[in-house]
């Protein structure tokens, strides 16, 4: 039992949760104008992992087949025959039920609005099969945390905490670019759409480094919106260089610190972000 645990926790890259959960906190925080119940954490957590492990399973059930063909991903759990499809399904299935029912246990707007969150990243998978733009999709998608969070928090949607979920979008759009020109000749050959495909190495290098700058924009014009304070600050000035250093890492003619780059600097930049934020409220 254990070592299937460890297969579906390597299905749905359970260590990538980073990622999206600070951005969640972050906005639970801010909503709250300080710690929000341990009633709404938990279920906002819950929603999370249900949210990301749906998302994740149905990307890989929908992108099987690419999946086996691409050298890079052939070993993933699907493809490499270690879980099988009805197994995946199963899962996911109860993936997004977990997400409907913390959803339900948070406030009515939550529950009617857990469905759109789930024809995203159902929509998502087969955007990359008819356009370059599917970055943003993913984007949107991760853009769902803030929003979610602040709506669990206020039981409403305000515009105001619509800066900080375009700045999630843009940072995803950031760095999945950069991940995505691993797969750029297989982009290529199987027709695949991607901006590394459409516009290159030098010129998605250029793309991403404009879609981070607006990432950071937003973020801080979070900031002036809720008028928060040094530390919040300091925590942007830390995001600045990170940003700046990602980018050190990745060059047209070296690509090897891809990894590095993906996984190690945005999980620094979303925890930076939800610490820094969370000291502002405490201190």
């Not at 949210?51 to 699907?78: F, V």
């Not at 990243?121 to 949107?140: D, E, I």
């Amino acid at each position: 039992m254990f070592d299937k645990l460890v297969l579906y926790l390597k299905l749905i890259k359970f260590s990538h949760s980073i990622f999206a959960l600070p951005f969640a906190l972050t906005a639970a925080i801010i909503a709250a104008s300080g710690i929000p119940s341990l009633r709404q954490i938990l279920w906002i957590i819950i929603a999370m992992v249900g949210a990301r492990s749906g998302a994740m399973g149905l990307n890989r059930i929908i992108d099987r087949k690419i999946d086996a063909e691409n050298p890079r991903t052939a070993g993933r759990e699907i493809p490499a025959g270690k879980v099988r499809v009805a197994d995946a399904v199963i899962f996911t299935i109860i993936s997004f039920g977990v997400l409907v029912f913390a959803a339900y246990m948070l406030n009515p707007l939550c529950l009617k609005l857990s469905p759109v969150a789930i024809a995203v990243v159902f929509l998502y998978p087969y955007t990359k099969r008819f356009t370059w733009s599917s970055h943003f999709v993913l984007g949107l998608s991760l853009s769902a945390a803030p929003l979610g969070a602040w709506i669990a928090v206020r039981g409403t949607f305000d515009w105001q905490i619509l800066p900080m979920a375009f700045a999630v979008i843009f940072w995803l759009a950031g760095f999945d670019v950069l991940y995505a020109l691993q797969d750029l000749e297989f982009d290529k050959s199987s027709g695949l759409y991607s901006i590394p495909k459409k516009f290159g190495v030098k010129n998605t290098l250029a793309l991403s480094n404009i879609f981070h700058f607006f990432a950071w924009s937003l973020l801080a014009f979070t900031g002036v919106i809720f008028g928060l304070g040094m530390f919040y600050w300091i925590g942007m000035a830390l995001v600045a260089v990170l940003f700046i250093y990602e980018h050190l890492l990745v060059k047209p003619k070296d690509l090897s610190r891809l990894d590095m780059a993906f996984f190690n600097m945005n999980g620094y930049i979303s925890m930076s972000v939800f610490i820094f934020t969370l000291l502002d409220y405490l201190m």
